[in-house]
């Protein structure tokens, strides 16, 4: 088990949270190598399904980060996101994932450190938890 490398799907928002991996990537700041970002415009225009999809196609963990409540580029994108996210947690025990494998985030486009902090973090619960058992359902 200790072999095992949790991959984490990253949706981030264009404006904010994929600069700061830029800027973390810039700084040489060193986080779990099994983070995939997928850029986004805004967190507020992250479809649930995808967010289903990745669990379903083997993510350990998916994490959803955008502008802090009150900077979002598109006003009330966050504020989207956070109910989507909040009722994707109530239904991802339907489908066989544990909900703490999904996590939402605010992380400014400055705060490198954070991202860096953040997946790390995410990684290690994902690791911790163990193989996920959605995939291999939807297998079987």
């Known amino acids: 088990m200790q072999d095992f490398e949790p991959t984490v799907i990253a949706f981030v928002c264009n404006w904010c949270t994929y600069t ?3 800027l973390a990537g810039t700084a040489r700041l060193v986080y779990a190598p ?3 970002l997928i850029r986004i415009m805004c967190t507020g225009m992250l479809d649930a399904k995808y967010v289903i999809k990745a669990f379903l ?6 994490l959803v980060s955008g502008c802090r409540p009150g900077d979002c580029h598109y006003l009330n994108g966050n504020y989207k996101a956070r109910r989507r996210v909040k009722l994707l947690k109530e239904i991802l025990p339907h489908f ?3 909900p703490e494998r999904l996590k939402l985030t605010w992380i400014g486009a400055s705060d490198g450190i954070e991202f860096a902090e953040t997946v ?3 990684a290690e619960t994902a690791r911790r938890l163990g193989p ?3 995939r291999r359902a939807m297998i079987l």
Request: proline share 0%; net charge negative; no cysteine.
């Open 20 to 22: 700061a991996a830029d």
């Open 96 to 98: 066989g994932i544990v």
């Open 132 to 134: 996920s058992e959605a």
């Open 34 to 36: 099994s983070v995939r």
């Open 57 to 62: 196609e083997g993510a350990e963990a998916v």
């Open 120 to 122: 790390t973090r995410l």
